[in-house]
């Protein structure tokens, strides 16, 4: 299933011609939209359509380069699409593949991986790993909702952002997120209707571990007593743990000083824990990162002897593990508070030869010590922009092997050309992650030998 090249970026312009036509699917966007060719050769971006089918389409928006397009009816459909879970599909943005077969799925992100290493970093992987999947409902264990007081409805609407950002999804329940959340998004909304300060609350974050399910409620305005009494007994009638957020990330705090509970999940197969913060990151898809961190360590294939780096590391999610198997990993992380609490990781599980600095792994680094020390290998997890500034100023001539884990297949795509093309490293395998079923996220993980 080929994905389309062409960037869809929203556009508006006057004049839109709305009148209903046919089109003819060619492929499947990396954003999970259905690509199409008006009669001129226009391209043509068709939401709710599926590589194979005919549908009848309503023009949404218009560009120079490209138009894009809303599904009205599927006159011929995929044998591919299948019926959503979800009844708030097609509206909610939060997921674009749900019509589309599981298995199909992971095919189109594992295309969309390949095409970019292929085009923009003119590489090849010598091996395509097998894609990691699991349990493609209820998995996502963090996540935001935005919330918007709605007066012409006379409610308070609590959700993702529609396909159309300018607007929240009028959610009833979410089939993606773990049911202790998505199950009870009707009970949340019902109870920030219910405070005063309902116009002043814009957004509402999850976060779950092993144990309770932390809400953080960003308020804007002081809240009245009334209103934190109204959020503590929510908190103990659905089991939440309630923190506010009247300010920035450091502003957060538990609802009940004399009661805050520990978060933390546990990664059974290295006997580590790790404690987390209510907006800390951790990856969303719990069972989903076990077997990413596995494949991971054993692509690295290290030794009791090896030192590794560790770019990225966060709370230490690799690093912990990697500290079970060999001499010395080093993390490197540029969020001071996430370095604290790696640290405080690895005193807790009583590892002493897992080392964290906290440094801007965009900017330059040549002078600091840790970039100086000498490894035998490399792990690294940048963020959607990629590690070209920190790959271009490491020492890489004593590291044999370097894993990317990655959440953006266009920049691996452009680093891994970096590595092969410029530093000598052959690209000897590539895969894809489920790690967001259902939507067109592309997590990937690749291999690089000297």
């Known amino acids: 299933m080929a994905a389309c090249s062409v960037s869809p970026v929203p556009c508006h312009v006057a004049r839109l011609d709305r009148t209903p036509f046919q089109a003819r699917i060619l492929d499947l966007s990396h954003d999970g939209r259905g690509v199409a060719r008006r009669e001129d050769g226009k391209t043509v971006f068709i939401s709710g359509a599926l590589p194979g089918e005919t549908v009848l ?116 329940e979410c089939h993606t997120t773990i049911p202790q959340v998505g199950m009870k998004i009707e009970a949340l909304a019902a109870l920030v209707d219910r405070l005063q300060a309902r116009e002043h609350i814009p957004q509402i974050e999850f976060i779950a571990g092993d144990g309770p399910v932390a809400l953080t409620v960003r308020h804007l305005v002081p809240l009245e007593e009334s209103d934190r009494a109204a959020l503590a007994a929510f908190g103990r009638e659905h089991g939440f743990a309630i923190f506010l957020q009247p300010g920035g990330v450091d502003s957060v705090h538990p609802l009940d000083p004399g009661h805050v509970p520990e978060l933390a999940f546990r990664l059974p197969q290295w006997n580590v824990e790790l404690a987390f913060q209510p907006l800390d990151f951790i990856q969303v898809n719990g069972r989903l990162n076990e077997l990413m961190i596995a494949r991971a360590l054993e692509m690295l294939d290290t030794a009791p002897e090896h030192r590794v780096l560790d770019l990225f590391c966060g709370l230490g999610n690799f690093t912990l593990p990697l500290a079970r198997q060999v001499r010395e990993v080093v993390g490197v992380e540029g969020d001071p508070g996430l370095v604290a609490r790696a640290r405080a990781n690895a005193e807790r599980n009583g590892l ?34 990629g590690a070209d500034e920190v790959l271009k100023q490491l020492p890489l001539q004593d590291i044999d092997r370097i894993v990317y884990v990655s959440c953006h297949p266009g920049s691996l795509a452009r680093d891994a050309g970096f590595l092969v093309h410029e530093r000598g490293y052959r690209l000897v395998s590539a895969g894809v992650m489920d790690m967001f079923p259902h939507t067109a996220h592309v997590e990937s993980i690749a291999l690089f030998v000297r």
């Not at 309503?58 to 299948?82: H, K």
């Not at 077969?101 to 095919?107: N, P, S």
């Not at 002493?352 to 690294?380: I, S, V």
Request: proline share 7%; net charge positive; glycine share 8%.
């Open 57 to 172: 389409a309503e023009a949404t928006a218009r560009s120079r380069r490209f138009d894009e397009a809303r599904t009205l009816q599927v006159l011929e459909a995929s044998p591919d699409r299948v019926e959503p879970r979800c009844p708030h599909f097609g509206t909610c943005g939060g997921c674009v593949l749900q019509h589309l077969d599981e298995g199909r799925q992971i095919l189109a992100k594992q295309h969309v991986l390949l095409e970019n290493l292929e085009r923009i970093g003119r590489v090849q992987p010598g091996e395509v790993l097998p894609p990691l999947t699991t349990s493609s409902w209820g998995y996502r264990r963090k996540g935001r909702f935005s919330v918007r007081r709605v007066n012409r409805k006379d409610r308070t609407l609590v959700g993702f952002r529609e396909q159309d950002p300018r607007f929240v999804a009028d959610l009833r």
């Open 352 to 385: 002493d030869n897992a080392r964290f600095h906290a440094a801007d792994l965009t900017r330059d680094q040549r002078g600091a010590p840790w970039m100086r020390q000498g490894f035998d290998r490399l792990l690294l997890a940048p963020p959607r922009s």
